[in-house]
């Protein structure tokens, strides 16, 4: 089985209005689209440019709570692009609220328009202690007609626990989007999406956000690039970087993904992490 990947380092910038916003998520999945793509990945709080609606230059922008107001606006232009276009998109992370608490969800937007969602698990200290975002509860995996798949953002990825079970549940791809400020936020993400392929035989699909926005707390500087990871055997690239971008474009990368190569080298591959785990010791949940 294979499928074709997009990923999209989103150029963060200052919005008069949801038009504006629409127009730019537009032009990346159509041009994902021309690529032939059958998953388009977005950054996390890819929605974060709303809060700089209504907000004069200088000034400060809306508090987080704000994108609440933009449920509607944001499913509907993400899974009418999904439909319109006929592909996955990974949306990004939105901010949503469960019962009092704040969550980091991820969404994915399937062809026919539906959705689910995935919470971030491991929340930074600046979401818990500048915007009130809460740990999401349990980790889900996602059958698609091209493989099974698992979404997992940014500091979840730090994690090696957390992403043994989503392979444990039988995922070959994960998805992470991200959202760094500075260089050594990225190489954190990215040395763990590295360690979780080579640790789970996985591919490992990220970006993260490019730009800034001078009107939002928290979102004014911003450090990215997309990457497709692969394990480090003899199939795949020897730096198991099978594309990336170029550190903070604005641009996307697109890449073809063949899952039958994760089952050679975890059967026989130059070694067979997966197959070699001591689940006596360790087992991949509790």
Not at 37 to 66: C, K, N
Request: with cysteine.
């Amino acid at each position: 089985m294979k499928m074709r990947v997009s990923a999209v380092q989103f150029q963060l910038r200052d919005v008069s209005d949801f038009a504006a916003y629409r127009g730019q998520v537009t032009h990346y999945v159509r041009n994902a689209a021309e690529y032939g793509a059958q998953f388009i990945l977005f950054p996390e709080f890819v929605t974060t440019p709303l809060l700089s609606i209504g907000v004069e230059a200088g000034g400060a922008g809306q508090p987080i709570e704000r994108l609440l107001d933009y449920a509607e606006d944001y499913l509907g232009l993400f899974s009418g692009l999904a439909r319109e276009f006929g592909v996955y998109i990974v949306g990004g992370t939105h901010l949503t609220k469960k019962g009092d608490s704040l969550r980091n969800t991820a969404f994915l937007f399937a062809p026919d328009g539906s959705y689910q969602t995935q919470d971030k698990l491991h929340i930074t200290p600046t979401e818990k202690e500048a915007w009130n975002v809460s740990d999401g509860e349990g980790v889900s995996v996602f059958d698609t007609p091209y493989g099974r798949i698992g979404l997992l953002t940014c500091y979840d990825i730090e994690f090696p626990e957390i992403v043994r079970m989503v392979r444990a549940k039988g995922a070959d791809v994960i998805f992470c989007p991200s959202c760094t400020d500075d260089r050594h936020g990225f190489y954190r993400v990215r040395y763990c999406c590295h360690a979780r392929a080579v640790e789970n035989q996985i591919y490992i699909v990220t970006t993260g956000t490019v730009g800034s926005l001078e009107r939002v707390d928290f979102m004014r500087a911003n450090y990215g690039q997309a990457a497709v990871i692969t394990p480090n055997d003899i199939p795949f690239p020897p730096r198991g970087i099978q594309c990336e971008g170029e550190i903070n474009g604005d641009m996307l990368i697109t890449a073809d993904l063949d899952l039958a190569l994760l089952e050679d080298v975890r059967r026989a591959g130059s070694v067979t992490t997966w197959r070699d785990r001591r689940t006596d010791l360790y087992p991949d949940w509790s």
